[in-house]
């Protein structure tokens, strides 16, 4: 069990580009979660995976986002067309069938 | 939809003494989970204690225990014998299963020596 892992840890990049990251969750657990957090604030829910279906959008998640979990191993989050107000840090989480969330270490948007 | 309130932005507490943490949350589900987590400046969420809503005994862990009232709608977090190591910011969560967790706002514990 080497835990939650995500890549990359910082990305910086310019309004208007897209941007993608990667989350490779515990193996053995079928849920997987995408969380926005800015500082000072707590997570916010963008949308869950369960296995390779997205079960659950935020209404956060505007059409520049989109999040893919294919064959429900690793998941996609990618931001198309950055603004500046995208600048966060991005949270994955899995959970196996007990209900619990483990977290990766995130990656921290910042958006110039 | 669920909401998680955590009415104090900031709490601090002396070495060695006891602290408790607030939160109360909104739903009309009878089955569901609550979670403290633990942010330190490292910014790894790390879960503390969890609670099931059907349990009427009280969750601990170490020295850390929560005070579940199912009907005020209510679960604080108790930390006995804090320590440096302690301080970070606290967020309080609840899910129903299957479905998306709701994180409150958190607290920022600072621990004094």
């Known amino acids: 069990d080497t835990g939650v892992s995500q890549d990359p840890r910082h990305k910086i990049t310019k309004r208007g580009q897209n941007v993608t990251f990667r989350c490779d969750p515990i193996?053995?657990?079928?849920?997987l979660y995408w969380y926005r957090q800015t500082l000072g604030q707590g997570p916010e829910f963008l949308t869950y995976?369960?296995?390779?279906?997205?079960?659950?959008k935020s209404r956060l998640l505007s059409d520049r986002f989109s999040a893919e979990r294919p064959k429900g191993s690793f998941s996609t989050l990618e931001i198309q067309r950055t603004e500046q107000g995208d600048s966060a840090m991005y949270l994955c989480?899995?959970?196996?069938?007990?209900?619990?969330?483990?977290f990766g270490s995130g990656t921290q948007l910042s958006v110039l | 939809a669920q909401t998680v309130t955590q009415s104090q932005p900031e709490m601090s507490v002396q070495e060695a003494e006891t602290v408790t943490l607030s939160c109360t949350y909104d739903?009309?589900?009878?089955?569901?989970?609550l979670f403290w987590y633990k942010q330190p400046p490292s910014r790894q969420m790390i879960l503390v204690i969890r609670?099931?809503?059907?349990?009427?005994q009280n969750a601990t862990e170490n020295r850390f225990s929560v005070n579940f009232q199912k009907a005020a709608k209510s679960f604080s977090l108790k930390i006995s014998d804090s320590q440096l190591g302690d301080a970070a910011m606290y967020f309080c969560?609840?899910?129903?299963?299957?479905?998306?967790?709701?994180f409150g706002p958190g607290t920022r514990l600072s621990v004094l020596p």
């Open positions: 989480a899995s959970s196996p069938p007990l209900e619990k969330l483990f």
């Open positions: 193996s053995e657990h079928n849920r």
């Open positions: 995976f369960q296995n390779e279906a997205q079960l659950e």
């Open positions: 739903t009309s589900e009878s089955d569901y989970y």
């Open positions: 609670q099931e809503a059907y349990k009427q």
């Open positions: 969560a609840y899910s129903k299963y299957g479905q998306n967790f709701v």
